[in-house]
Structures are given as C-alpha cells and as structure tokens.
C-alpha cells in the first residue's frame, strides 16, 4: 500500500510558477509509474505528466515546455515544476502511482492561476 501527500499549491498570477510536491510513504524506488492529473471544476480528471523508474517521461501536450516532472527516491517524492501558467492551469492537482498492479491516489492541492 502507498499514501501519497500532495502539497504546493496555491494562487498564482498567470506567467508565475509553482512547484508541487507528492511524498510517498514508502520507498518511491519500486514504484515503476508515477505522474501528476488535474481535474478543473465540471471537467474529468486529466493526465499532467508521467514518469517511471527509468526517468522515462510523459507530458500532455498542454503543457509541454512549461511544466516537468522529477522524482528524487532518495526523498520517496515526486514534484511537478510548473513556470508559465496560464488561468486554464487552474484545477486540483493530484500525484498518483502505479504499485504491484493497483493504483494509489493522494488527497489533491489546488492550483488557481489568476490576477
């Protein structure tokens, strides 16, 4: 089993930045497939990002170029550095991971972008 802990989040006004960090409670160095979704109000849930154990990444096309994932498993943590955002950046933010064939999701942390 895995708890993962969202935090980072915040008001930002739109070309800011944000890091946004996901803290597993165990050993991250097992865990093959990481990533970042988002769900804005009225909307599903969207893939960000991913990673796995190989630093292989993914990114929706959204937000290449502004955004990128790392993991450091000395830490157990996942971020998500996210520069130029954009009001339509605005969402919950929620880190998942993929472990021994079921999926884990954390509690969420709110991104609002606006001036």
């Known amino acids: 089993q895995v708890q993962l802990v969202e935090s980072g989040g915040g008001l930002v006004q739109p070309g800011g930045s944000l890091t946004l960090s996901c803290a597993a409670s165990?050993?991250?160095?097992?865990?093959?497939?990481m990533g970042w979704y988002r769900q804005a109000p009225g909307k599903r849930r969207d893939v960000v990002g991913t990673i796995n154990s190989g630093m292989i990444r993914y990114y929706a096309d959204s937000v290449k170029g502004r955004f990128t994932i790392s993991r450091d498993s000395a830490k157990n943590t996942m971020y998500l550095q996210m520069n130029s955002l954009k009001p339509e950046d605005t969402a919950v933010y929620y880190c998942n991971a993929a472990f021994k064939g079921k999926g884990y999701w954390g509690q969420g942390t709110q991104v609002t972008v606006s001036s």
């Open positions: 165990r050993s991250i160095y097992r865990i093959y497939a």
